[in-house]
Each structure stands twice: as structure tokens, then as C-alpha cells.
């Protein structure tokens, strides 16, 4: 028998969802920064699940990130969104490997939770130039697209559980 890979059902499930596409059209637009992600982060792993891309990052819908590389794995564990305007003159980030490791100047991320408050992993944004993020708007807006991303795949999930292969 096989056994369904959960994070490609996860993947799935994003890329069902309209309203993820205007997100992120509408958060590279807001923002001025041309990457953003819906990103399945797990606690060995961080996949693209649907990504608008017009720098040419180079991740595409399924592509993994080893995790100790992210700034996500660290949104995982702290709970908390990261903002950085501009890597170069953030006294938190300036030394950080992964803007280094990806040459990114700007990052926004925050937890992206589903209503049970289980974590399902983050909405975020890069550019290779520096942009204002670090502001409340920025990481409102944010946070309440990541709310409503989570209450779509909690819906999604509702409707697929008897053949979704999740617990």
C-alpha cells in the first residue's frame, strides 16, 4: 500500500486555495518586494507551496530549503514574525548567514496557523533590494493574510480528511 505523502497533499491544498495567489500578488505589490511564499515548514523541512516570484528567485511550488538554513525554522520555534528592512543596517540580521547564504536585503515572515492554533508554516517575502517592512501595516497585513490562508486550509482540510492520508 502506499502511503500519501502529507506535504504533497499540503502543497495541493495551497495551490486549491484562489485567494493564496491574490495574496501574494498583493503582498509583492504592497510591499514593492518581487518574492513571496507560502512555505510548509515542519521541523526537518521548509517547501514552497505556491510562490509569486518576479526577481527570479529560483524556488518553485514543491522545492525544499534545507531548514537550518531559514529564518522560518526560527519563526517556528519563537512563534513571533521576523522584519528586516534592509539586512545591511539590521543590528539583528546584519551578521545572520541565511540573508548572506540566499542575498536577500528585505524579508518579512510571519506564522502562518491554522484555527486550532497548530502551526502550519509562514507567509513571507524577500527582495534582493531593501524595502519597508519592519513597520506595524506591513506585518499586520501580513498577519491577517496569514489568518486567512489558515482558515481556508483548515476548511480544505475539513472537506478532504477522509482521503487526505493526515491524522
Known sequence: MQVPDPI???IS???R???VRTILDVVCE???MGFAVVARV???RWVACDV?????FGIEPGDELVIETTICRDIRQSGRPVAIDEVATDEVYCQHPT???YGFQSYISVPLLLPDGSFFGTLCAVDTKPARVKTPAAVGMFKLFAELIGFHLAEHYRIAAPNSGRE
Open 8 to 10: 504533497g497533499f499540503d
Open 13 to 15: 491544498l495551497v495551490q
Open 17 to 19: 486555495i484562489p485567494v
Open 30 to 32: 504592497t510591499t514593492g
Open 42 to 44: 515542519t521541523e526537518d
Open 52 to 56: 509569486r516570484d518576479t526577481i527570479n
Open 99 to 101: 540573508p548572506k547564504l
